[in-house]
C-alpha cells in the first residue's frame, strides 16, 4: 500500500512522544544523552552505508571510487539555494503558528521541542528517498527503518523537552506525504543514475543528521535539503 510507510512512521512519533511524556520523571538526564548519542551514531553508520555503496564500484582493477563532481556540484547549488529560501526558518514560522492554534504558549519549550524534532526527524535525506521509493515501488522499508529510529528519538525528546516533540508529526506527515503523492508524476525522471545520485547525496544528509545527533547543531541539515534535487538535474543534464 502507497503511503503506509509515511502513516507508519508519523504514528510512530505519536507513540514516541506519548511515551516519552509518561517516562519523563522515570528518564534521568545521563540516559537521555547516552541514548541520543547511541541513536545519532546509529544514523551515522546508515548514512555512511549508504553513501560508501554509492560511490564505490567494483572493477577488474579493484574499487574505484566515483561521482565527486557531482557531490560538489549538489552540494555547493543545494546550500546556497537552500540558505537563499532559508528553510530552517521557515519551520520555525510554523512551529509558532502551530503553537498559537495548540493554544500552548503557557509551554516555553513547546518551540524548541517542535523545531529540534522536526529537524532531526522530518528534514533529513531519509525521508524523502524513503518517500520517494514509497510513491514509486510501494516499498516503505526505509520508512519503517527510519521510524524505529524516530521512535527512540522522540521518546527521549519528549523526556525532556515535553508535547513540542509530538507536533513533529505534522511536518512528518505533509511532507512525506507529499512526496510519496509526487512521486508518480517524476517516475520519469528518476533514471537508474538519478536514483543512485539521489540516494548518494540523500545518504551523506542522513550522516549530517546524525552528526547533529551526537555533538549537537553543527549543520543547518533542513538547508541543505535542495541538495538531492541537483543530484537528479546532474544525472539528466549529464
Known sequence: MIGLGTIANASAIVAGGLLGIVLKKALSERIQDTVMKATGICVMFIGIGGTMQEMLSLAEEGLISGGSMMMIFSFVLGALSG??????????????????????????????????????????????????????????????????????????MSASMGRGCLFSAVPVAVLQGSITLLAGFIQPLMTKQAISNLSMTGSMLIFCVGLNLVWGKKIRVANLMPTIIFAVIWALVF
Do not use: H, N, P
Open 83 to 156: 540558505e537563499a529560501i532559508d528553510i530552517e526558518k521557515q519551520l520555525e514560522r510554523f512551529g509558532s503558528w502551530l503553537r498559537r492554534v495548540s493554544r500552548s504558549e503557557g509551554d516555553s519549550l513547546f518551540l524548541d521541542g517542535f523545531i529540534t524534532a522536526s529537524l532531526t526527524v522530518c528534514i533529513g535525506a531519509m525521508a524523502v528517498v524513503g518517500a520517494i521509493e514509497d510513491g514509486l515501488s510501494g516499498d516503505y522499508s526505509l520508512l519503517l527503518a527510519k521510524s524505529v529510529l524516530d521512535f527512540i528519538i522522540i521518546m527521549i
